[in-house]
C-alpha cells in the first residue's frame, strides 16, 4: 500500500507502521536511561512519525526536538523486535527538518562554522598544525611536507583543534612503526559527518571537495585516529564518488603494526584498562576485536570489560550533534558510561574516537571526586606511545 | 489545560518536571496496544509528598489522572482515554532497601525489573515474576497490573509477592497496606486489592516485596508434536506428575513456520513444539525432572525430543521462544497479543478453539504461551489499514474472549483488563460483582479522577 509521504522512503515508512510501540528500546537508548523522558526515546519518535504519515500532524520546529534529541548511537535499531532501522529513519527526518528550516540553531551553527573555515570549531586552519610534533609542524609550514606518500593520516577536527595528547601520540606510534605518511596539514577540514548528522544538503558538496584533497596525495590508505571521521569515509563518501583508497581507523592500523612487529613495547603499563567501543566503529562498522587486541598486548595491561560492551555498549552521549544540542544531556550520559567502567574497577578508559575521549572526559567531571577516583580517560595511540620501545 | 490547573502543577514539581510539549502528549498518547489518546499533560513526581498534593488539586479541580510507569502494557491501561495528565512514576525509581535477612526488597514503583534483577543477584536471590517486557517494564506497572511471566506456573505472579504497599489516595491521603511480615492476617487484605488495580484506586509510591533464593542450574528439553492435541495432553499430564517446570512453553505451527522462515532455526514443521525447563540446585535434580517431563512427552507421542546438556545448548532450545515476540511483530502492521487463561484441564480444548476460530473469521492466529498455568498468547496479526482485516481481527479476539469464559476461563491471564476488554467485564463477571467493583471504585474514588474508563467499572 502507498503511503501518502513525501519525503520517507516507503521502506521506511513500512519499518514505521510496523513499529509495535513495546517500548523495549527504552532498556538500551542512553538518552532515555537519564531523562527518563519517553520524547526523547525511540517509540516516542515513531508515535510521531505515525501521524505524520498518517497526515495528522505535519512536521514543524514544535516537533524538531524529539528528532534531534538522538545520540545516533544505533542501539535501538539493533534491539528492536519489531526490525526498525531507526537510526536510518532519524537521519531521513533530519533532512526534511533542514531543508524547512526546523533544525536546531546550535546545530546550524556548527554548520556555518564548517562552511566558514572548514572546521567545527570556527578555529584558524592554520591553527590545526600547532599540534604536530614541532619537526613534522616546521614541514608544513616550510612546505616541506611531502605532497605524496603510501599513507594519508587524517586527523579530525577535535584533535586538530581541541585535545593536546592524541596527534603527538599517534605520530610518534606511525613514526616508531616507520610509516610512510603525509598529513593534509592546514588543507585539512571536517569530513563533513556533522554537517550530515545535522541533515544538512550541503554534506555533499562538501565530501566532493574533501575527496578530491584527498585524492592529490595519492596515497593508498587512509588512516584516521577519529571513530566519526572512520565512518564517514568508510560509509557515507562510498555514496558520494570512489574514494579509490583503503580506509583503515587508527586502531585497525596500529593492530597491524604490532602484529607486523613493526612497534614494539618495552614499557610496562601497569593498569587495569577497559575499552569503551564508539558507536561509530563498534555498532556501526563492527570493528570491536581490534582494539581489544592492541590492548592485550600491551605489557602490564590488565584488561577489564565493562557490562554493556560491543553491541550492547553504551553511547558515551557525544554523539549525533547532541554535545551542540544539548550539552548538559551528553554530559549526563558520559558520567553513566564512566560509572559502567568504575563498576569493574578500571583505572583507564581507552577510547577510539576523540569525541568519545572528550565527552567522557567531561562526564568524569561531573562526578564527584570521591567517586570517580583516579579514572583516566585517553585515548588508544596514548596508551600504545607510553609502552613504545624507547 | 487551565492556565491555573498547569501553574498549580509546575508549584508542586517545579516547572521541570511538567510538560505539555507536543512531543510529550503523543509519546504518552499510547502503551504497547492499539489504543491512543494524547493526555493534556504529564508530570514527573519525585516525592509521595508531590503524588498527594497532585492528586489533591486533581480532586479539588475533577480533572483526570493517569498513572503511568514503562508504557509497556499491552491493553491500553494508560491511556487517557478521557484526557486530564499523565503521572509518569518512571523518576521515582531508587531501591530503598534489600534485606537478605528478611527476604525482601523495598522499592520506589519506577524501579525497572531488571534493575532489582541485577541488584539482587549478587545475594543469590531474585523476583519471580518476569514478564516479556522486563527489561523495561516498571515494578509499579507490574505490581498495578499483576503481570505475570514465563514462571508462572512454579512461581505465581506478581501479587503472590507483594507484602505492602504505600498507596496516595485520590484525595491525597497517604494509606499504607500490608507489612514487612511473611505472614499477616490482620485485617482486609488491601494489598491485594491494589494489586492489578490498574490505577484506578490509588498510586503506588513504595512497593515491599518477598524475594526468592535464586535456583542455581536448570535443565530444559523441547519436543516436537504432530498434533497439537497431542502437544495440550502432554502439557496436561507433565503438570499432574509430580514435576512442576519452571517454564512450560508451547509455539504452535504458525509461530514454527515464521520462525523458520525469518530467523532460519531450522525447526521441525511439526503441529507443535513444546519446550520445558526445571530449575533447582544441582544438575541432578534438575535433570531428573527433565527426564520425568521427556517420559511424558514420549508418553504423548512427541518426536524430535532434545535435551540441553549445557548452557549453550539450552540457549539455542530457548533461541526459538526468546525470537518469537519480535518475528510475530514483523509479520503484519498490527497485532492483537491476547493473553486468555483457561483451567489446565481445558488447554487442549483452548488451543483447538483458537485454531477454529482463525479458520472462522480468516485471521491468522499465531499461538504460544505459558502452558503449565494455562496461560494461552494467541496473537491475532493483521493488516489494520484494511478496515475488513481489521474487523474479522477484532470479531475473531469476541470469540476467543467468548470460548475461555465458556471453558472456565478468563478474559485475561497477565495484561490486564484497561481498555482493550474494558467492554468484555460482564462477559466474566456477574451483575454483582461488577456492582461491588464498581462501589469499591466510588469508595476510593468518588469523582472518579483516577485513571478513568478502564476496567469496565463506569456503570
Redesign the interface.
Known sequence: ?EHGNPFLKEEYCEQI??C????????TCPLFLVT????Y?T??KM??LK?VIDGT?ALSQ??A??FYACTACQACTYF????VKAHEIIEEVRKELYEEGCAPLSLLALGDSISKTGNVFGSDREQGVDIYPPPLRDKVKTGAMKKRAETLLFMGCLPSFMDMKIIPSFIQVMDAGEVDYTTLGTEEGCCGFPLYLLGSDGFDSHAKKVLERIKETGARQLVTPCAGCYKTFKHLYSEIGDMGLEIYHSVQHMEKLITERRIHFDREVAKKVTYHDPCDLGRACMVFEEPRNVLKSIPGVEYVEMTKNRLDARCCGGGGGMQAFKPDLAVAVAAERVRDALEVGADVIVSACPACKDNLRKGARSIPKQERGEIKIMDMAELIAKALKQ | MKTEIKKALMEIVGEENFTD????L????????EHRRRPDGAV?PKTTDQVSEILNLANEHKFPVIPRG???GLAGGVVAEKGGIVM?M??M?RILKISIEDRLAVVEP?V?Y?QLAEALAPHGFFFPPDPA?G??ATLGGNVATNAGGLKGAKYGTTRDYVLGLEVVLPDGSVLRTGSKCMKSVSGFDLTRLFVGSEGTLGVITEIILKINPKPETSSACSAGFDSLEDAAKAISEVMRSGVIPSALEILDDQCISALNRDASLGLPEVAAIVLAETDGHTREETGYQIDRIIDVFRRNRAKEIKKAQSAEETEKLWAARKSI??IL??M??N?LAEDVTVPISKVPEMLKGVQEIGKRHHVLIATLGHLGDGNLHPNIIFDG?NPGERKRAVNATDDLFRLAIELGGTLTGEHGIGLAKAGFMPLEHSVVAIRVMSEIKKLFDPNNILNPGKMGLEI
Open positions: 500500500m507502521l510496523k509495535s510501540e513495546c517500548g523495549f528500546c527504552q532498556a527518563l523522558r519517553p520524547a526515546n517509540r516516542g508515535m510521531v501521524e500532524l514544535d516537533l526536538e524529539t528492536c523486535p519489531s526490525g | 510539549a507536543l512531543i510529550d503523543i509519546s504518552y498518547s499510547s502503551d504497547a496496544s514527573w514503562a508504557g509497556t509518569d518512571a523518576r525509581n519506577g525497572v531488571d517486557s527489561k523495561a515476540g519480535g511483530f514483523r503484519s502492521y497485532m489499514r
